[in-house]
């Protein structure tokens, strides 16, 4: 418990300061938005690039723990999203359902959580994760709600439209880019890698600041919405995860825990950027944020005692 409180309590930290901020005047009704926009724009693509320009693709292939820990995120996706649709619900708001049941904070609580488990060799699954859910997981997102917002009549100028947008998205194009500059072979120059990586630190911080900026707009009666998103993602993720990764893939016992881990991560705040910058509801989102990374200090204690 005491590991798993100490990768949490910034997190809620940092969404109590925009919250106060937001209550007590010193930032105005327009900052959540405009911090956000500046994450959307500047500091997650330059996350996004830095990431697939820098790794070490050698060191990352892990062929049994990517389909493992990618087919039951993906799936859970797929799953939530063609739910909501039978449902009725809008192609852009099902897309925007789908991840946060799948989208796991990889980043800000996976890594130094892996890390103070498994010590440094925490490290590779960590990083596949993150790659797997902040690069293709999100980016198949953003495509969907792309295509969800189209409203042509004609096919053929829906699907131009729909490039246009993603051609000009910089979280699809960032991490292509960064992947053509990582088949070169060649090192980021310093001071470009260090302006990335500068920009790259603001991501998470500032994300959490914006939802905490957002809540304090809202009603506490909004919370219970993301009930059924957090037990997707804190009981039914991390159980596909191990299914897969133990009788299916059978892999290394470490490999295994450090997936199921992963997958038992709460909700990142990949949503909530993509429900403010497309203007869909943000009160589900920001809700299952909050509840799953409340809930994740008993089901991340819970998935540590037993690998112990």
């Not at 897969?244 to 470490?254: Q, S």
Request: aromatic fraction near 10%; hydrophobic fraction near 55%.
């Amino acid at each position: 418990m005491g590991s798993v409180l100490s990768v949490i309590l910034p997190i809620f930290a940092l969404v109590l300061a925009g919250f106060l901020c937001r209550r007590i005047g010193l930032l105005g009704p327009y900052a959540a938005s405009e911090i956000n926009r500046m994450v959307v724009w500047l500091c997650l693509p330059a996350l996004l690039f830095e990431a697939m320009a820098t790794v070490v693709w050698a060191d990352i292939w892990q062929p049994g723990f990517i389909l493992a820990y990618g087919l039951a995120t993906m799936g859970l996706f797929t799953a939530t999203l063609l739910w909501n649709l039978r449902r009725k619900v809008s192609l852009a708001d099902a897309s925007v359902k789908g991840l946060s049941a799948s989208y796991a904070n990889t980043g800000y609580m996976g890594i130094p959580l892996c890390l103070l488990v498994f010590g440094q060799a925490g490290m590779e699954p960590a990083l596949i994760a993150s790659l797997i859910v902040i690069c293709v997981l999100f980016s198949i997102a953003v495509v969907f709600i792309e295509i969800g917002l189209q409203n042509e009549k004609s096919l053929y100028r829906a699907i131009f439209k729909v490039a246009t947008a993603l051609i000009k998205n910089p979280i699809v194009v960032a991490p292509v880019l960064g992947g053509l500059w990582a088949a070169t072979a060649q090192p980021l120059p310093e001071p470009i890698h260090q302006f990335l990586k500068l920009l790259s630190a603001a991501t998470g911080p500032c994300a959490l600041i914006s939802l905490g900026l957002f809540l304090a707009h809202k009603h506490s009666g909004q919370i219970e919405r993301g009930t059924c998103l957090v037990l997707l993602k804190l009981i039914v993720h991390p159980a596909i995860t191990w299914v897969l990764a133990m009788y299916v893939f059978h892999l290394p016992p470490m490999w295994v825990k450090a997936a199921v881990l992963l997958s038992a991560l709460p909700t990142g705040t990949g949503p909530f950027m993509l429900a403010e910058f497309y203007r869909r509801d943000g009160a589900e989102v920001s809700s299952t944020i909050l509840l799953s990374t409340l809930g994740s200090l008993v089901t991340l204690s819970v998935c540590l005692y037993v690998m112990n």
